[in-house]
């Protein structure tokens, strides 16, 4: 098994939260697992959605692929985002009338993505090569065709790692988005307190929390949300968390979901 990063960006974003109305569309801040597994999808060629209630080629065949995401050039966690607003004069979608919509788009989004890759399956094994030559059978784009997204090959990086073996009482910086596991503040009255140890001295402390997809519910054919955290504090209790991988060389943690 490879455990891999690579630097994911695009000038903008919209990854569009199902949730809000026609006249204003909000993005997610964060790219969540089921877009990323859209833009993976289409570096090896896999094909998308083709019939409603039906899941897309590249869902079923990635689905199972343990991913960690983390922002870059962030502010604690967040992007600029711009309104863009469009006027669709498409007959059958406006009923004879324009129809004014609005999108709070995302400015300069980029990720480091980190992969856990078993070459010994085809589909990863080729994920893995076309990300280190830089080739893509699709053009990946972040949420629509317009916002094309793009990756340095020599952003791919191979890390040394083992699963995390974490003491109850040890704190450790976990550079991606993680889950709010609730054994994490089960025992304190003061989550803020518990769940919560130091921080990089030259950093302004922040916790930054997102509600993001990370599947699909099969039955309703919707998002399965959970809510995520992106921290620069040190994180308590840590030991609870499953899916945890220790990077050797850096000596930083990531979740892998």
Known sequence: MQLISFDLQSNFGFFRKPETNN?????????HKPALLGILGAIIGLAGYRK????????????DLKI?????DHDNGNFSKTPIKYSNTVGYANKGTNFLTEELTLISPKYRVYLLLDEAIETQRRLLDNLERGNSEFIPYFGKNEFTAW?????VIKHNYTLAALNENESVPILSLFAKNQNITKNSELAEVNFLGAWESDENPFMYFERLPVG?????????????VFSNYEIMNAHTLPNLYHLLTENR????H
Do not use: C
């Open 23 to 31: 006249t204003l569309n909000v993005s997610y801040n964060m790219i």
């Open 52 to 63: 409603k209630g039906e899941l897309p080629e590249y869902y079923e065949k990635l689905a």
């Open 68 to 72: 960690g995401i983390a922002p870059l």
């Open 151 to 155: 990756w340095d090959k020599q952003s």
């Open 216 to 228: 699909f519910n099969l039955n309703l054919m919707q998002y399965q949300l959970e809510e995520m």
């Open 253 to 256: 943690y990531v979740q892998l």
